[in-house]
């Protein structure tokens, strides 16, 4: 097996991005005014002639049929969060039973499936079956299973998006806009382009597929509806960073190695801090190449799961009582020249354009945090936020001691004393000088800076990092737009003078979401509240925000969202809120009164044997310890009878509820309430019962049954 690894990976530089038509392959082969034509597209937004499309196509074509494609597909993101395609071969009969390979232009930038079925908010009704996808020059077309797959974006007849990918695009447009204004009136004239660029930390769960096929709540929501805890969970720290289990790392060398052919630069690997929780970290990249890499993460690695006889689980809160999954995502600015610019530089207290950027991206998370919130927001990672594994509901900025030690200075109009980084003692002279770092990391906070970016660690672990994306740029740009009007027709020998008042003017306004504490803590929850901080803890108490006329301005003012496509997503995201807890409710009423019910009824039978007859032959002594179990498994049988009971009429009326707002409240308030109760019933039972009596495997059994 390690000589098969070290003969897979001799090539690596050869396999990585092999099955991707990049930029190094169009550079290859395409004549030179073309490539350069879709280079100028891809950069700057222009439109792609007809002529210079075939010629791309024909080659694309030509390398994809190399490289084993029959079929090719225009792959999008509709509003489901998933991926879709629609497969067509690239054959063209010619007549006398004969075919050739034949791919146009047409076909490359524009397709045509059936819009109909997706969801679409009340954009369209379901006859109106037209959709149109268009080709995505800048994220890289790929080969998977044979397939030449195209990413596009993806709108109805009418123009509206229906997808996910057509608003980050807008809005990454609006940000580099706004970003270059403000950069020139700055003094930095020479940036023509910024990059909004992503990387996004995925964490998951592994467990067997046999086990997972035998949980019905797993294989038909993602989570486990009911299970009593393991005797061990994750207190002793012993998974975090720890040894990889064999069984493990040969998946994970399997999955780097098929992500690194599609062009995705997984990066880090390691055990995270639950049993058999697992997370993956790529390199930076675009935005809208990182949330299609995204995607691709999370379909391969349930692929490549199946193939090593295991299941892959990226539900938010797959397992109670331990921790849940979440995305990190790591977001950062940078010009065409490469400067990031959220580096601070060594003197960071002296480097007002990063000043600027720094606070106008605070001004845009204090303004917009509602909506921050949303972006979020979903049925699963309601249950993981605020759960003393992730961050609170509350959003909040972490900019470390330094950072607020410069920001007090201004404000204060004082002399900033920082000390830089100074070298640690760790006390033996074997090991090397390092460095400590100006602030250490705060791994409570919703956003924080890290030195060059901020990582936003709220997405739960299945979101599509659009969302949030989109939502981020879009309130930097409008932020940089205030910042920019203040500053317009300033004289350059008073920029220094005005930025400085300004710099001032935006502390004093938001410097209450700046938070360098515990976020776990009770006290922060109650400052956050002194400090008009929004808690907006369901996806209910959430979601209105998105409509608000605040949040329609700001949207339809940067072309990112129209007001009728805004209207649409709060109700696709409520409507797919109260699905979501339907399907658990229906899953959990199935399982208590079959797979549960079998195992309570076959074990409490065959106790009640055991005690007659041992009751029997003690001459009707004895049997205290069975009549005892078996009063409680009686009480619990009770209560789990009524608790289910009251699941079941409550579902009954929240499917005739019409509203989509007060039928996501319903599910919030009695479902998931419901629920509760009956899984602390069904868990209180189970404890008693031995796992051969129960016909699904217990959490003890899948989380660490792995070697």
């Given at each position: 097996?390690?000589?098969?690894?070290?003969?897979?990976?001799?090539?690596?530089?050869?396999?990585?991005?092999?099955?991707?038509?990049?930029?190094?392959?169009?550079?290859?082969?395409?004549?030179?005014?073309?490539?350069?034509?879709?280079?100028?597209?891809?950069?700057?937004?222009?439109?792609?002639?007809?002529?210079?499309?075939?010629?791309?196509?024909?080659?694309?074509?030509?390398?994809?049929?190399?490289?084993?494609?029959?079929?090719?597909?225009?792959?999008?993101?509709?509003?489901?969060?998933?991926?879709?395609?629609?497969?067509?071969?690239?054959?063209?009969?010619?007549?006398?039973?004969?075919?050739?390979?034949?791919?146009?232009?047409?076909?490359?930038?524009?397709?045509?499936?059936?819009?109909?079925?997706?969801?679409?908010?009340?954009?369209?009704?379901?006859?109106?079956?037209?959709?149109?996808?268009?080709?995505?020059?800048?994220?890289?077309?790929?080969?998977?299973?044979?397939?030449?797959?195209?990413?596009?974006?993806?709108?109805?007849?009418?123009?509206?998006?229906?997808?996910?990918?057509?608003?980050?695009?807008?809005?990454?447009?609006?940000?580099?806009?706004?970003?270059?204004?403000?950069?020139?009136?700055?003094?930095?004239?020479?940036?023509?382009?910024?990059?909004?660029?992503?990387?996004?930390?995925?964490?998951?769960?592994?467990?067997?597929?046999?086990?997972?096929?035998?949980?019905?709540?797993?294989?038909?929501?993602?989570?486990?509806?009911?299970?009593?805890?393991?005797?061990?969970?994750?207190?002793?720290?012993?998974?975090?960073?720890?040894?990889?289990?064999?069984?493990?790392?040969?998946?994970?060398?399997?999955?780097?190695?098929?992500?690194?052919?599609?062009?995705?630069?997984?990066?880090?690997?390691?055990?995270?801090?639950?049993?058999?929780?697992?997370?993956?970290?790529?390199?930076?990249?675009?935005?809208?190449?990182?949330?299609?890499?995204?995607?691709?993460?999370?379909?391969?690695?349930?692929?490549?799961?199946?193939?090593?006889?295991?299941?892959?689980?990226?539900?938010?809160?797959?397992?109670?009582?331990?921790?849940?999954?979440?995305?990190?995502?790591?977001?950062?600015?940078?010009?065409?020249?490469?400067?990031?610019?959220?580096?601070?530089?060594?003197?960071?207290?002296?480097?007002?354009?990063?000043?600027?950027?720094?606070l106008g991206i605070i001004k845009a998370v204090d303004d917009y945090q509602d909506l921050m919130r949303v972006s979020v927001a979903t049925a699963g990672n309601d249950h993981r936020l605020?759960?003393?594994?992730?961050?609170?509901?509350?959003?909040?900025?972490?900019?470390?001691?330094?950072?607020?030690?410069?920001?007090?200075?201004?404000?204060?109009?004082?002399?900033?004393?920082?000390?830089?980084?100074?070298?640690?003692?760790?006390?033996?002279?074997?090991?090397?000088?390092?460095?400590?770092?100006?602030?250490?990391?705060?791994?409570?906070?919703?956003?924080?800076?890290?030195?060059?970016?901020?990582?936003?660690?709220?997405?739960?672990?299945?979101?599509?990092?659009?969302?949030?994306?989109?939502?981020?740029?879009?309130a930097v740009a409008e932020a940089f737009d205030e910042i920019s009007e203040k500053l317009k027709g300033v004289k350059k020998e008073d920029l220094a003078s005005a930025v400085h008042e300004?710099?001032?003017?935006?502390?004093?306004?938001?410097?209450?979401?700046?938070?360098?504490?515990?976020?776990?803590?009770?006290?922060?929850?109650?400052?956050?509240?002194?400090?008009?901080?929004?808690?907006?803890?369901?996806?209910?108490?959430?979601?209105?925000?998105?409509?608000?006329?605040?949040?329609?301005?700001?949207?339809?003012?940067?072309?990112?969202?129209?007001?009728?496509?805004?209207?649409?997503?709060?109700?696709?995201?409520?409507?797919?809120?109260?699905?979501?807890?339907?399907?658990?409710?229906?899953?959990?009423?199935?399982?208590?009164?079959?797979?549960?019910?079998?195992?309570?009824?076959?074990?409490?039978?065959?106790?009640?044997?055991?005690?007659?007859?041992?009751?029997?032959?003690?001459?009707?002594?004895?049997?205290?310890?069975?009549?005892?179990?078996?009063?409680?498994?009686?009480?619990?049988?009770?209560?789990?009878?009524?608790?289910?009971?009251?699941?079941?009429?409550?579902?009954?009326?929240?499917?005739?509820?019409?509203?989509?707002?007060?039928?996501?409240?319903?599910?919030?308030?009695?479902?998931?309430?419901?629920?509760?109760?009956?899984?602390?019933?069904?868990?209180?039972?189970?404890?008693?019962?031995?796992?051969?009596?129960?016909?699904?495997?217990?959490?003890?059994?899948?989380?660490?049954?792995?070697?």
């Amino acid at each position: 097996m390690e000589e098969e690894k070290m003969c897979s990976t001799a090539g690596l530089p050869e396999i990585f991005g092999s099955l991707v038509f990049n930029d190094q392959v169009m550079k290859e082969r395409l004549p030179k005014e073309v490539y350069q034509a879709v280079h100028e597209t891809a950069k700057n937004g222009t439109h792609l002639k007809l002529e210079v499309a075939n010629t791309v196509a024909t080659v694309m074509k030509n390398w994809a049929v190399e490289h084993g494609a029959t079929h090719f597909t225009h792959w999008f993101q509709p509003m489901t969060g998933l991926t879709a395609e629609k497969h067509d071969s690239f054959i063209t009969p010619i007549g006398d039973g004969k075919i050739i390979m034949d791919f146009s232009g047409k076909e490359l930038v524009k397709g045509e499936p059936d819009a109909s079925s997706f969801p679409s908010g009340g954009l369209r009704a379901t006859f109106e079956a037209r959709g149109y996808t268009a080709w995505d020059p800048s994220s890289p077309a790929f080969i998977k299973d044979g397939t030449l797959y195209i990413p596009t974006a993806f709108c109805s007849y009418g123009g509206q998006a229906l997808d996910k990918k057509t608003p980050l695009l807008r809005s990454m447009e609006a940000l580099n806009a706004s970003t270059i204004n403000l950069l020139h009136i700055l003094g930095n004239k020479e940036v023509k382009h910024i990059d909004t660029t992503v990387g996004a930390e995925q964490e998951y769960f592994l467990i067997d597929k046999d086990m997972y096929l035998k949980r019905k709540d797993l294989v038909m929501t993602g989570r486990t509806l009911i299970g009593a805890p393991a005797p061990k969970g994750q207190e002793m720290d012993d998974h975090y960073f720890g040894v990889l289990k064999p069984k493990v790392a040969e998946y994970m060398h399997d999955l780097d190695m098929e992500l690194w052919k599609l062009g995705v630069p997984a990066k880090t690997k390691h055990n995270e801090v639950a049993p058999s929780q697992h997370e993956l970290a790529p390199v930076f990249e675009t935005a809208n190449v990182a949330v299609d890499h995204n995607q691709l993460v999370m379909e391969i690695m349930k692929k490549v799961a199946d193939r090593h006889h295991l299941a892959c689980l990226i539900h938010e809160k797959p397992f109670e009582g331990i921790n849940g999954s979440g995305k990190h995502n790591n977001w950062s600015l940078v010009t065409d020249s490469g400067e990031n610019l959220l580096d601070p530089g060594s003197t960071p207290a002296e480097n007002l354009q990063f000043l600027v950027i720094l606070l106008g991206i605070i001004k845009a998370v204090d303004d917009y945090q509602d909506l921050m919130r949303v972006s979020v927001a979903t049925a699963g990672n309601d249950h993981r936020l605020g759960a003393n594994e992730a961050p609170p509901a509350v959003v909040s900025v972490f900019i470390g001691d330094e950072l607020e030690g410069v920001l007090k200075s201004i404000e204060d109009g004082s002399a900033f004393k920082g000390t830089g980084k100074t070298q640690m003692e760790i006390g033996a002279h074997v090991l090397p000088h390092i460095l400590r770092d100006t602030t250490d990391r705060n791994r409570t906070s919703p956003f924080a800076f890290t030195g060059n970016k901020f990582e936003f660690r709220m997405p739960g672990s299945s979101l599509s990092i659009a969302d949030p994306n989109i939502i981020l740029n879009t309130a930097v740009a409008e932020a940089f737009d205030e910042i920019s009007e203040k500053l317009k027709g300033v004289k350059k020998e008073d920029l220094a003078s005005a930025v400085h008042e300004l710099l001032k003017e935006l502390i004093a306004s938001h410097k209450r979401i700046i938070f360098n504490g515990n976020g776990y803590t009770d006290e922060w929850i109650e400052e956050a509240a002194k400090r008009g901080l929004d808690n907006l803890k369901s996806l209910p108490e959430a979601m209105p925000r998105l409509i608000s006329e605040k949040s329609i301005g700001l949207f339809t003012k940067h072309k990112v969202f129209t007001e009728e496509e805004l209207k649409s997503r709060y109700e696709i995201f409520l409507e797919n809120y109260s699905k979501t807890i339907h399907i658990e409710a229906l899953t959990m009423i199935e399982m208590v009164r079959k797979d549960f019910t079998s195992g309570f009824v076959a074990y409490t039978k065959e106790l009640t044997e055991e005690a007659l007859n041992k009751r029997e032959l003690l001459d009707g002594k004895g049997a205290s310890y069975e009549v005892t179990l078996l009063k409680k498994l009686d009480a619990s049988g009770t209560e789990i009878n009524k608790r289910l009971s009251a699941l079941i009429r409550d579902v009954a009326k929240a499917e005739s509820e019409n509203d989509a707002l007060k039928d996501a409240e319903y599910y919030h308030d009695a479902i998931l309430e419901d629920m509760s109760k009956l899984r602390a019933a069904v868990d209180e039972a189970e404890v008693y019962i031995p796992d051969e009596f129960l016909p699904y495997p217990t959490y003890g059994e899948m989380l660490f049954a792995l070697r």
